[in-house]
């Protein structure tokens, strides 16, 4: 009976440990490596979820100029770029789920929220974030009733492309290379370049 015991003992003790590592296995696969936020499979895993909740906002971010950062400074000082830009999202958006879309780009699940603290968070974030010489492109798309989570998403990173492209016409640079081959609808910027990358459809 003894040893009957010690074997249970020890199969239960092998059972919690590959539990424990299961579970760890499986954060690691849903968390960016460089940022430490949610990465795009977790994305794709919650968006299942985000339709029940109501209030809903999507905000999607794009990091402005991060090739040419890197071409200037070096990948190490675009990685702390992103890994601070993350940072300050995580701090004043803590109750939410936050992702890392892409190289350069954040998408944020806002639930139960008004407009009021979205904006004013948002806020803080961008000072935040120009502090260190920084720049984003943030678009914002507000939900108050029965919604679809990708038309959503969809309409917040149109919205982020629109100001994008202002960032870019206000610089007067002449074209935005990480538009190109991006589905998405017109903006009218009055730079034809510019328009041309956002036109393509």
């Known amino acids: 009976v003894l040893e009957l015991l010690k074997e249970i003992a020890v199969c239960f003790s092998m059972a919690l440990y590959n539990k ?6 499986e954060e ?19 968006m ?7 209030p809903f906002a999507c905000i999607y971010i794009d990091v402005n ?27 004043e958006f803590s109750d939410c789920r936050i992702y890392r879309m892409g190289g350069d780009e954040f998408l944020i699940f806002v639930e139960n929220l008004t407009s009021d603290i979205i904006e004013s968070r948002l806020v803080i974030v961008n000072e935040q974030i120009e502090e260190m010489k920084y ?19 969809s309409a917040a990173e149109k919205l982020m492309y629109a100001e994008k492209a202002r960032y870019y016409q ?23 370049e510019i328009d041309a990358c956002l036109a393509v459809m």
């Open 65 to 91: 100029e991060l090739h040419y950062y890197n071409d200037q400074n070096g990948h190490a000082a675009g990685d702390q770029m992103l890994i601070y830009i993350a940072e300050v999202l995580r701090k």
């Open 135 to 153: 720049h984003v492109s943030i678009g914002v798309k507000y939900c108050d009733e029965n919604f679809d989570v990708e038309e959503t998403v």
């Open 48 to 54: 299942r979820y985000a339709e029940k909740t109501q």
């Open 28 to 46: 690691l696969a849903l968390t960016d490596s460089l940022t430490g936020v949610a990465n795009r499979m977790a994305y794709k895993q919650d």
């Open 20 to 25: 424990k590592h299961l579970a760890k296995t």
């Open 170 to 192: 206000n610089k007067g640079l002449k074209k935005v290379t990480k538009l190109a081959n991006r589905t998405i609808e017109t903006v009218q910027t009055g730079n034809k």
